[in-house]
């Protein structure tokens, strides 16, 4: 079963605007999140982390919002740059459970 | 359509010990690739297999290797084990396209 979900398998964006990527877990047990950047032949690189007990993030270019509430969580990326297109995935892991990641959002930056 | 499935989910083992994982993909999926995640160094590539073949990987000692058989299922074995090598190992299947399902993980604990 699927318990984190990314339900945008793409997004484009033009250079210098917004990138929001969303992400939508189920199991109320998670309480750490992570967004990994992956290009293609390459593996996953860790690009910003959020605990339940905050509801944002921020390092730089990145900013990680966290509704829990809503079991929602979603990466900003102002401004995108075309460097930034890669496949997003989010992960979530906390409870008895290790850590369970989306399927990824292909985010596409044009100049 | 059943998810990505890796066995065992737990394993205790010894220093110098060798141990083999086992994932089974997503039906229909030609792609396996195996991620060693731990809390310091996050998610690293190990690599990936396509159609029994590796395709690319990642920069782990020669005591790391992996095959996958003619069904997709893919086997991951470790060698000479380390204290080090505790971590959990994920594994991910991909359709023909950028999208990679993760399986739940195998926590190894190297004693």
């Known amino acids: 079963d699927q318990q984190v979900k990314q339900n945008s398998p793409s997004l484009s964006v033009q250079e210098g605007r917004i990138s929001i990527l969303n992400c939508d877990y189920t199991n109320s047990m998670f309480d750490y999140f992570l967004w990994y950047k992956k290009y293609p032949a390459e593996g996953p690189t860790f690009l910003i982390s959020?605990?339940?007990?905050?509801d944002k993030n921020e390092d730089g270019r990145f900013t990680v919002f966290l509704n829990k509430s809503a079991k929602h969580l979603s990466l900003h990326i102002v401004p995108s740059q075309p460097g930034d297109s890669a496949v997003y995935f989010c992960?979530?892991?906390?409870?008895?459970?290790?850590?369970?990641f989306g399927a990824g959002t292909r985010l596409t930056v044009k100049p | 359509k059943a998810g990505v499935t890796q066995t065992p989910r737990y394993l205790i083992k010894t220093r110098g010990q060798q141990v083999t994982l086992s994932c089974s993909p997503i039906s229909g999926h030609r792609s396996v690739s195996w991620y060693q995640q731990t809390p310091g160094q996050g998610l690293q590539f190990l690599f990936e297999?396509?159609?029994?073949?590796?395709?690319n990987k990642g920069n782990f000692p020669g005591r790391f290797s992996g095959r996958q058989f003619s069904n997709s299922r893919s086997e991951m074995n470790v060698s000479t084990l380390e204290l080090g090598d505790s971590a959990l190992y994920l594994c991910?299947?991909?359709?023909?396209?950028?999208?990679?399902?993760f399986g739940p993980g195998t926590r190894l604990t190297v004693t």
């Open positions: 991910a299947s991909s359709p023909p396209n950028y999208e990679q399902y």
């Open positions: 297999y396509f159609s029994e073949t590796q395709r």
């Open positions: 992960a979530a892991s906390g409870g008895k459970d290790d850590m369970r």
């Open positions: 959020i605990s339940s007990i905050k």
